[in-house]
């Protein structure tokens, strides 16, 4: 495991952020962090997402910046330039898998089905975004299709669906690293500037996460 998974495994939590304003960067990093949750994936959904890597690589070293949304090599390499410590994906794309390897970007690949595991493993892949979490079946569906592969010490990011009300179902089970949550910082309250808010929702997701790991 790299020192970037490694690290998300300990926090056990990853803000997924649709970001859309370069201003919003640094709020947003200085939420999280006074928030106690030093990490986040900022998604290529968005035509900002690589200038918000940027700036957070030259103006907040301390947060741990994932890049989500990466569906093609071009903008893995786009990610690994703006500075990401580590790339997602809601599929598996074996040219996007094979770009970060050539890179060096630590990847996490999606998967939802027992195919798409086989697939990821295949390429070397040891930790995997199970997507769309909640709509695949939640807790339950994990569980059953990782069932096979548990030999090969696997672990998983459930993202898509889960809510803090959830995080209990989801880090029962052993293979899970980490859960991803949208909820914790929208699109609109970076727009509404409440950052207050942000700060109050992770700061509750990283306390549920320490208590249920004891």
């Given amino acids: 495991m790299t020192e970037a998974f490694a690290r998300i495994a300990v926090i056990g939590v990853v803000p997924v952020i649709a970001i859309d304003s370069v ?3 640094l ?14 994936e900022i ?17 907040r070293p301390e947060l741990l910046i994932g890049a989500g949304t990466l569906l093609s090599p071009a903008q893995l390499r786009q990610a690994v330039e ?28 999606g998967v939802m089905t027992p195919s798409d595991i086989t697939l990821a493993v295949a390429q070397g892949c040891r930790l995997m975004k199970f997507f769309p979490a909640t ?6 569906m994990l569980k059953n299709i ?3 592969f548990a030999h090969l010490d696997l672990s998983f990011i459930p993202t898509g669906g889960v809510k803090m009300e959830t995080i209990a179902d989801w880090l029962a089970l052993p293979e899970i690293a980490a859960v991803g949550g949208t909820w914790i910082a929208t699109t609109q309250q970076m727009h509404d500037g409440d950052w207050s808010g942000i700060r109050s929702r992770a700061s509750a997701a990283i306390a549920r996460v320490k208590e249920l790991r004891g």
Avoid: N
């Avoid at 998604?43 to 103006?59: C, G, K, N, Q, W």
């Avoid at 703006?82 to 970007?105: C, F, N, T």
């Avoid at 709509?135 to 339950?140: I, N, R």
């Fill in 27 to 40: 709020p947003l990093a200085d939420a999280l962090l006074e928030a106690g949750l030093p990490t986040a």
């Fill in 23 to 25: 201003d919003h960067a």
């Fill in 146 to 148: 990782a069932a096979p």
């Fill in 43 to 59: 998604t290529f959904r968005t035509h900002a997402a690589a200038d918000v890597l940027a700036r957070l690589r030259d103006e």
């Fill in 82 to 109: 703006a500075g990401a410590a580590y790339g997602l994906a809601p599929g598996y794309d074996p040219a996007v898998v094979d770009a970060a390897r050539q890179s060096g970007l630590p990847f996490i690949p």
């Fill in 135 to 140: 709509a695949a079946g939640g807790p339950s």
